[in-house]
Structures are given as structure tokens and as C-alpha cells.
């Protein structure tokens, strides 16, 4: 399958209904034989855009590994919520170690797998922006280094929320969380020069790296089923929101993600072997206001006194974004536009 | 003046009146609360000069703390369980290099199975760290005991751990008189280290040691620790001039005098057990308790003589060492050596679960009668257990013992209040 | 000594709440002590938490299991978590509905004696009104207070002028003094021991 750019979608979400595609084309969740890799009942907040992420990459993985899957958790909301005792959501051989080793023990499943002869079982270990970005980055980059047969996903809702919403390197400036309030000359979480978890595992040399939102479910799909057919160390970064640490309403889970990605905050692009071969075109380019506005970690931005100097300074960055990564312009115009309309 | 408090703000405005210069933070239940209030203190201004350095693991926390205090700063961190074990490495390095840090424990059991809630694991598995480590029963006391640490730490120059209960204190709002800043500043010199990286006076903190001096390095490591023996009870004594309170110490009896049979525990559970010796006593028991402050280093001679008027010991205790047992037991008994005193050892509370009052009468009463065993687990819901060693029994592949437990223990029993 | 439980959900301030009543208390010279059962509950999962009163310092640290008072913060939760357990015939339940006793299917928690009151009080509709907002804790602290005596509705005022200031504050002390309004007096201060012999029913008006 491939990101193939759908031509119908509804104004506004660009979401695409599954009966306007190919039934070879539809997303893995209309499928009546799905793996459900995480079924219901789990205990993740309503809106919670990680469940979300998490459901549809497993079930594209299972369904790309025909089922012989293994996952390995970090600590984090989502190893919290999935196994509330005495019960678990988990429809695949799973198993969480700690907060920081997640990687690492992932490559343990590999070498295991290896040294069994076991060519069919696939890896996925996965974790929040902590447990991949911090604690886990030491494990992970050596992940890569060795080229060990893992899938690595981070679900980047750009903070601790299991703890209760801390910073972390994936915070982004000026957001409020419980480590980094909204008061005192620069409200919110300070201006460092970041941490590009994807540039930095692109720079690991390893064949396969790309971010993904939940606001374009069937490019995340997409991702997850071309890295499965890869073999080797493999990094897929999922933004997902996250309505409690946010402070967004939790029927406004993809809306927020969908301005993430066309304010030029979040770019979407898919790339491997050190380069960035293919990026998501913003359809409507929109000030970062608008994606801003939505969220309570940045209403100190606004009330009591619009902060427009640190406005203008996030907008500048998503603007980096856009020319880095050449997010706006015609389709077909720039090189990186590998499989707009059409494929790869 | 008292406050109606949240234990985790008591620690922190505590803390904040002990103007530490560098305070390092990683999230993890149930110290969060302590370090986001600190964040904020220092965010907003009010605790001036100080660096609060979000760090990306424990073990950073930890290192950020060994590299402000070896260069003159005042330094902090809180931590807890998982967090505790992941800074492991540098705790013993701390505690080698001699370095002053204050670090909150908010106690938590340890995983797996992971388990948010309150125990003695974490900080008891670090009990032969070299670092001091002092327990709290109330908030009132966790707040009071914050302030004698950088002191004790600083006088000897080695790191203390002030351990309190996380979630049964960290998160319970009661009635709580802050240390007032002025008497803090009056009783807490100003930092002057023993050792300091400084071009003016260059210095190497941290060389390899061989076989020749190894063993005489740790000898004064010890030597050092022990030196708190005598310094605890004079700072808490200190503490108390000048605070009007009794706090910390090395331990403390409760109606134990005249007793027969005396609990030991640390901790905030010494509240529950205070009630309970009083219903007791109502009814002609002669029961006392005594509450242990300073786990390490380890008070022997106090202990011998707060309980060598007993005939049984009752030590409760919110760990376990593995393959032997009680672990405050097993120096109770080394304390006791000699006595005609019998020790039991009773593993309570563990991951959380409930001591409650009705659990720890009819465990006196036991007691009491002389026919509690040597080793006891509290509320140890036999059928569950037995029911599992069954299906290890039964075959190889029996699979993972949470898992099957709390299979067993069914949606019904888990939703229940815990 | 007072023990009160309170049952709640996840963001609906379940823990607030206890504090509130605890920093009450405190303000009447009085000792308190408030703690959550603390789970890693998300927003929406079921959370419990407690509040000791007494004249005297608490040193337990062991949680409710017989409460005096209970109040349930959301009605959804009266048919999926034992809500009632520990219930003594001397117990008073406070439950935040604008439906009837008889309506939640409560009715037998009276007729069968099994406490010695249970009151119902349209909180949330009143913090609509008062606070613009679906938060009833307030009102509910509120309504305790004149239900149980054990605290003034004054403190519960005062404590929710500690923690929140300007119109938030105001408005829910003006839906604790709405609820308080709404219930029939106590007795007295509380105490198990002096409440009422046989079991009333009360409903707030519910379109108060
Ligand atoms: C060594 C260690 N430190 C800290 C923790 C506490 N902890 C558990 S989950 C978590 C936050 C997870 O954040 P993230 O990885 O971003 O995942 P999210 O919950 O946001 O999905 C933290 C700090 C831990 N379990 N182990
Ligand atoms: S806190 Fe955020 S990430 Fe965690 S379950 Fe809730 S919405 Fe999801
Ligand atoms: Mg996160």
C-alpha cells in the first residue's frame, strides 16, 4: 500500500470516508477481521489521542506481519491505561520491562527471534516522548547503531502524562506543563533549540524513519506497513494529542493534530538511509495562532495580555519548518514529492 | 503559624527555606508534586538564586546533583522507586565522593509487577548506598526533618535521603507548621563545602583508588556515616530549641517503658500503631511502640536499649528482602544480640495495600498471646497464593504469576476501594 | 473523630473536594486530615477519596471503611462501585442528583435502616447557575455542612476562598450557600452517636 493522496475528502478535515477508496486501499480498522491489537475497554481519557495512534499502527503492523507480532512497552500512558488489573487490551504477545529499556528489550526479542531461526515473528517496541526522547534515548540510539530488527514508535504527546503532564525534551516552548508553569518573565517551558528525535534517528543512517500524526490515520497505515516490509532498525514518530496535558476538548483530538500539521509545527515526511525523501504537502497553510488558541497549556499566550512576541517566534518556527522541509507549494513541484497523487 | 497543607507543599516550601542553588527534577509518582512546586517557586522568582534543571533520566538527576555539589552549590532532588533504582550508580558515587545532597524519597513499592503505591522497597534496597537515611511519621515531621538533613549533610559532608511515605504523606493535606525561613536561615549555615572544584584551587574529586587505599576509604566512609549517630541527635535537639518541636532524631518510644511486647516500624504508619497501643493499653496490655527515625546508619546501641526491657519485639516492616525476609528485623535482631528477647518479623503494607487498626489488633493480640510465627505477612491472602503455586505445580508453562493472581482476584475484587 | 468518603470520577475534583472540607475544618481550629486513594486513574475512571475530623491531633493513616458521611459526587457511580460499603446504620449519605431517592433507586437504602439519613441535592444544577459551570463540589461541601453539622457552611465558604479567588471563588461559595439552603437542619454536631434514630429521606428541590 502506499500514501496514495485521496482526491475526495470532506472540506475542512480532509478526512477521506473508506467508501470513497478501493477496498485494497481502506484503512486496516474497516477491515471485520482486524487484529484489534488493543480492543476496547482500556481506560485512556476520552480523546486520547495516543489509544487512538497505537490502535491503528498495531493493527496495520499485524496485519502486515499476518499477526506474528511481538511488542515491547515502555512505561507510560499507554502500557498504563492498556493493562488496568486485572485485565489487558493487549491482543498480541506484549510486555512492558521499565520506563528507559524499552528499545533494549526489544532487541533482546530480535536477537532471541534470530538466534531461533525465527524469520516470520516481527518487533515493535513503542513508548511515549519520554520513554523514547529521554530516559529510553541511550537504549534507542544504540538500537539503531546495531541495526537490530525493531520497529521503534514514539507517541509524541510532548510531555510526561502518565505522571501528570512534566516536560519533557518534546515539550515545546512556551507550553505549560507542571514543571514548567505559566509563570515568571518567560512563561511556560523554556526556548532550547529542541530535540529532533526523527532527524536524529535519520542521522543513525537506518533505513526507514517518518512522522505520522492521528489527524491522516491512513498515511500513519501507510508508514507502518512499509516499515514492516523493511528489515532492520526502523523509527516511525507519531504526534498524538492529548486532550488532558493539552488542555484541548476531547472531541477536538484530531482537529488539533490536523493544525499541527498545517501551521507548519509538526512536519509530516518519510525518509531513510540519512536522507528525507518524501514530505505531506499542508493543504491549507494556517497561522499558528489557530492551533495555539485551542490549547490551555498556551493561554498564558493570550490572557491576560497577548503575547505577540512569542507568537511571532513560534510562528517563525513553523515557518523553518515549511522551507526545511518545502511543507507548501504546488504538488509535484518540489523534489520530495515522491508519492503525492499516485504513489511511490 | 500552622497550615492546613498538602505534605508535598510542606516538603517544598521547606525545602525552598533551605535555599538549595541547584534542584534537579524527573518525574516520577508520588514525588511530583514536591519538584512541580519547586519549579514553580523558582519559575516565578521567589527562590532566588537557584537553578531548576528539568533532566532527561534519574540518573541525570542525580549526576546534575554530584556536579553542583562538588562545585559549592546547595543541591536537591526527590525521587522515588523506579527512579531511585535508576540512579543507583550515582547514588553509591554520591556517597563515595562524600558529597552533600539532600534527596527526598516519596516511598514506593518496586516493580515488577509495577505498582504505584506506597512501601519501603525503594529506599531500603539503597540501605547500603553510604547515604543517611532518616524516615518520617507525619508531614509535620517530613517538613522539620528537611532542614535538619542539610545540616547533618553538610556537617559530615555526606548525601541524606529523607524517606517519606509517598501518597499516605506526600498527598494527604494536614495541619502543618513550616519551619519559619528567618529561624531556617539562623540554624542552617551557609554551604561551605569540604571539597570544591575551584580554578583557584584546583583539586581532583573522583580518582581511581587500587588495593592499596581502597579498603581505608571505605573504612572512613564508614566511620563518617557513624559520626551521625551522635550528630542526628544533637541537630534534632538543635531543632528543637530553636523550632519549639521534637523531630527526627534516631528513634522514638511510645508508651514502651514498662512494656512487654513493643512494635517497631518506621514511617507513617507509627500513627495507626500509636492508636492501637493505646487501645490496648485501655485494656491492661502492657504494649509500647517504638518509631525508628535514622534507618542508616543504624542505631544499635539506641535500639538494644529502647527495647531490652521487652520480651517480644514486633518489627513491621514495608519491605522484604527476598530469600530471607524482614530486613529493619535483621538488625533489630543483630541490636538485640545476646537478650532473651524473641523478634518477630512482620512484612506489612507492601505495594500499597492497607494496615488498618482492626489488622494490626488482632496482630498485637497475637502477639500478645505468644503465638505469632517467626516470619508473618499481613493479610496474605492465602487461597490466592496457594491456588498459584498450585498451577506451578500443575505444569511448565504456568505463565506470569500477576497476571494469574489477579485473574483470580476478578474485576469485582480489583475495583474495590484501594 | 468524623469520617467522611467521597466518591467521584476522575477530573470531576473528587480529591479538591476532601481538601476543601479538610482546610474547613482547619479554619474552625479543628484538625483534619484529607487523602486521595490514589490510583493511575485517567480522567473518567472511578476515584475515591477521604476526610478525618477531629478535636483532637489524627495520627491514623488507615483509610475510610466505616464512614460516617458519604457523599457521592456522580450519581453514575451508584450502580458500579460499592459506594455504600462500610454503611453504618449511623452513616449519612449525600448524593449529587436532580433526581429522587426513589428515581436512583435508593429507596431501600432508608426503609431498610440501613442509615440514618440520605439526602439528595441538585448540585451540579446549581453550580450551573451559580458558577456557570458542571462542578458541583461546592455545593455538595455545602450541603454537607448543614446536613452534618461538622462543619459551618461559613468555613466551607472560607476554604473555597483560599483556593479560588475572584468570580470562581464567589461563585461557589454561592452554590454552597444555594445547597446548604436546600437541606433541612442537622441536629447538632454531628456525631454518629447523636443522629437522628430512624432514617429521613430528603430531596432538595430539584429545579431550585
Ligand atoms: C526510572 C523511572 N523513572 C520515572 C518513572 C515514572 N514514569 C512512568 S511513566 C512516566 C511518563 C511517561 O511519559 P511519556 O514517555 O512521554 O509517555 P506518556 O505517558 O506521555 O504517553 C514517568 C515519568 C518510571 N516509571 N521509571
Ligand atoms: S493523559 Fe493524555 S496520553 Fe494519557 S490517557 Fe489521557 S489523553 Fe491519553
Ligand atoms: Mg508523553
Redesign the pocket.
Known amino acids: 500500500m502506499t500514501a496514495t493522496r485521496l482526491k475526495y475528502f470532506q472540506t475542512g478535515s480532509f478526512a477521506a470516508g473508506n467508501r470513497l477508496v478501493e477496498p485494497s486501499e481502506r484503512s486496516e480498522q474497516a477491515a471485520p477481521g482486524r487484529a484489534n491489537a488493543i480492543t476496547c475497554g482500556h481506560r485512556a481519557c476520552q480523546g486520547c489521542g495516543?489509544a487512538l495512534g497505537a490502535r491503528y499502527a498495531l493493527d496495520a503492523a499485524m496485519r502486515a506481519t499476518g499477526g506474528e507480532l511481538i511488542a515491547a512497552n515502555?512505561?507510560?500512558?499507554?502500557?498504563?491505561f492498556s493493562t488496568p488489573y486485572p485485565e489487558s487490551s493487549w491482543q498480541l504477545p506484549w510486555i512492558h520491562s521499565?520506563?528507559?529499556n524499552a528499545a533494549a528489550v526489544s532487541t533482546g526479542i530480535a536477537a532471541a527471534l534470530r538466534a531461533k531461526g525465527n524469520t516470520r515473528t516481527r518487533v515493535i517496541g513503542q513508548?511515549?516522548?519520554?520513554?523514547?526522547v529521554?530516559?529510553g534515548f541511550a537504549c534507542l540510539s544504540g538500537m539503531f547503531e546495531r541495526g537490530d530488527d525493531v520497529l521503534f514508535i514514539c507517541?509524541d504527546?510532548e510531555?510526561?502524562?502518565?505522571?501528570g503532564v512534566?516536560r519533557?525534551a518534546?515539550t515545546p516552548p512556551s507550553a505549560r506543563t507542571a514543571t514548567t508553569q505559566a509563570v515568571g518573565e518567560a512563561p511556560g517551558a523554556p526556548w532550547g533549540q529542541g530535540k529532533n528525535a526523527p532527524l536524529i534517528a535519520l542521522a543513525h543512517e537506518i533505513p526507514y524513519v517518518a512522522t505520522a500524526t492521528i489527524a491522516d490515520l491512513r498515511d500513519l497505515e501507510a508508514k507502518v506497513e512499509r516499515a514492516m516490509q523493511i528489515r532492520g532498525a526502523r523509527y516511525l514518530h507519531v504526534l498524538v494529542t492529548?486532550p488532558l496535558?493539552w488542555g484541548t476538548a476531547s472531541g477536538d483530538a484530531i482537529r488539533v493534530a490536523r493544525l499541527a500539521v498545517e501551521t507548519g509545527i509538526f512536519p509530516v515526511w518519510e525518509g531513510g538511509d540519512g536522507e528525507v525523501t518524501a514530505v505531506t504537502r499542508i493543504r491549507h497553510r494556517t497561522p499558528v495562532e489557530e492551533y495555539l488558541k485551542l490549547q490551555t497549556r498556551f493561554r498564558h499566550l493570550f490572557t491576560p495580555v497577548r503575547d505577540d512576541a512569542t507568537i511571532a517566534r513560534i510562528q517563525a518556527r513553523a515557518d523553518r519548518n515549511i522551507e526545511r522541509f518545502g511543507l507548501v507549494g504546488e504538488a509535484g513541484q518540489h523534489p520530495l514529492d515522491l508519492h503525492e497523487e499516485g504513489g511511490s | 503559624m500552622p497550615e492546613q497543607l498538602e505534605g508535598s507543599q510542606a516538603v517544598a516550601r521547606t525545602v525552598a527555606a533551605c535555599r538549595p542553588e541547584v534542584i534537579c527534577a524527573?518525574?516520577?509518582?508520588p514525588q511530583t508534586h514536591i519538584v512541580e512546586a519547586l519549579s514553580r517557586l523558582v519559575k516565578s522568582g521567589a527562590l532566588h538564586p537557584c537553578e531548576f534543571v528539568n533532566v532527561e533520566?534519574?540518573y541525570a538527576a542525580m549526576s546534575v546533583a554530584i556536579g553542583a555539589s562538588a562545585t559549592g552549590a546547595r543541591a536537591y532532588t526527590a525521587t522515588a522507586?523506579?527512579?531511585l533504582?535508576?540512579m543507583a550508580e550515582a547514588l553509591y558515587n554520591a556517597s563515595g565522593l562524600g558529597l552533600p545532597i539532600v534527596m527526598t524519597v516519596a516511598n514506593r513499592a518496586i516493580g515488577a509487577p509495577?505498582n504505584i503505591w506506597n512501601d519501603h522497597s525503594d529506599s531500603m534496597s539503597q540501605r547500603d548506598s553510604g547515604w543517611i537515611q532518616l524516615y518520617v511519621e507525619s508531614n509535620q515531621e517530613a517538613a522539620d526533618v528537611h532542614v535538619q538533613a542539610f545540616r547533618i549533610a553538610e556537617a559530615l559532608s555526606l548525601p541524606v535521603m529523607v524517606c517519606m511515605d509517598g501518597f499516605i504523606l506526600t498527598h494527604a493535606v494536614e495541619r502543618v507548621e513550616l519551619p519559619d525561613p528567618d529561624r531556617v536561615d539562623a540554624f542552617l549555615p551557609a554551604f561551605e563545602p569540604r571539597q570544591l572544584l575551584d580554578p583557584s584551587a584546583p583539586v581532583t574529586i573522583g580518582a581511581m583508588v587500587g588495593p592499596e587505599a581502597y579498603t581505608e576509604v571505605r573504612y572512613l566512609a564508614h566511620y563518617k556515616q557513624m559520626q551521625a549517630l551522635d550528630l542526628i541527635p544533637e541537630v534534632a535537639a538543635a531543632f528543637q530549641q530553636a523550632f519549639g518541636r521534637a523531630s527526627g532524631g534516631l528513634l522514638r518510644p511510645y508508651r514502651s517503658s514498662d512494656a512487654e511486647t513493643i512494635v517497631v516500624a518506621l514511617g507513617s504508619v507509627l500513627g495507626t500503631i500509636e492508636d492501637c497501643v493505646d487501645q490496648l493499653r485501655d485494656d491492661g496490655h502492657r504494649i509500647g511502640a517504638v518509631g525508628l527515625r535514622t534507618f542508616r546508619p543504624w542505631p544499635a546501641e539506641e535500639v538494644r536499649r529502647a527495647l531490652e526491657g521487652a520480651r517480644h519485639v514486633i518489627v513491621l516492616e514495608k519491605a522484604l528482602s527476598v530469600g530471607i525476609g524482614g530486613i529493619v528485623a535483621q538488625n533489630v535482631h543483630r541490636a538485640l544480640e545476646g537478650l532473651p528477647i524473641t523478634v518477630h518479623t512482620v512484612i506489612a503494607g507492601l505495594g500499597g495495600r492497607p494496615i488498618t487498626m482492626a489488622s494490626l489488633r488482632s496482630l498485637c493480640e497475637r502477639g500478645l498471646a505468644g503465638t505469632l510465627p517467626d516470619t508473618t505477612f499481613l493479610d496474605l491472602e492465602e487461597a490466592l497464593v496457594d491456588a498459584e503455586i498450585g498451577r506451578m505445580r500443575g505444569g511448565r508453562r504456568s505463565g506470569p504469576h500477576a497476571e494469574n493472581m489477579l485473574r483470580d482476584v476478578g474485576t469485582v475484587g480489583a475495583a474495590g476501594l484501594t | 473523630m468524623f469520617e467522611t468518603r467521597f466518591h467521584g470520577r476522575g477530573g470531576q475534583g473528587v480529591v479538591t473536594s476532601a481538601e476543601l472540607l479538610a482546610v474547613a475544618a482547619f479554619q474552625e481550629g479543628r484538625h483534619a486530615q484529607a487523602f486521595p486513594s490514589f490510583g493511575s486513574e485517567r480522567t473518567g475512571a472511578p476515584v475515591v477519596s477521604f476526610c478525618r475530623i477531629d478535636d483532637r491531633p489524627i495520627r491514623t493513616r488507615e483509610p475510610i471503611s466505616a464512614p460516617d458521611a458519604v457523599i457521592i459526587i456522580d450519581p453514575t457511580l451508584l450502580h458500579h462501585v460499592d459506594v455504600f460499603s462500610g454503611l453504618t446504620p449511623g452513616s449519612q449519605v449525600l448524593v449529587n442528583s436532580s433526581r429522587s431517592a426513589e428515581e436512583l433507586g435508593l429507596g431501600d437504602l432508608c426503609s431498610s435502616h440501613r442509615v440514618a439519613r440520605l439526602q439528595v441535592v441538585p448540585a451540579t444544577e446549581l453550580a450551573r447557575r451559580y458558577l456557570g459551570r458542571p462542578l458541583p463540589n461546592a455545593a455538595l461541601l455545602g450541603a454537607l455542612a448543614a446536613m452534618t453539622g461538622i462543619v459551618a457552611v461559613d468555613s466551607v465558604a472560607a476554604a473555597i476562598f483560599e483556593r479560588f479567588s475572584g468570580e470562581v471563588g464567589q461563585g461557589n461559595a454561592r452554590a454552597a450557600y444555594a445547597a446548604a439552603e436546600l437541606v433541612p437542619p442537622s441536629s447538632g454536631r454531628a456525631a454518629p452517636e447523636e443522629a437522628p434514630g430512624g432514617p429521613t429521606v430528603m430531596a432538595g428541590t430539584s429545579h431550585a
Do not use: K, R
Not at chain 1, 159 to 163: D, K, L, P
Open positions: 495516543e515502555a512505561t507510560g500512558c499507554l502500557e498504563v521499565l520506563f528507559g513508548g511515549g516522548d519520554g520513554g523514547t529521554d530516559i507517541y504527546n510531555a510526561y502524562m502518565n505522571t512534566q519533557s518534546a492529548c496535558g | 524527573y518525574p516520577i509518582s533520566s534519574e522507586s523506579q527512579g533504582l535508576y509495577i
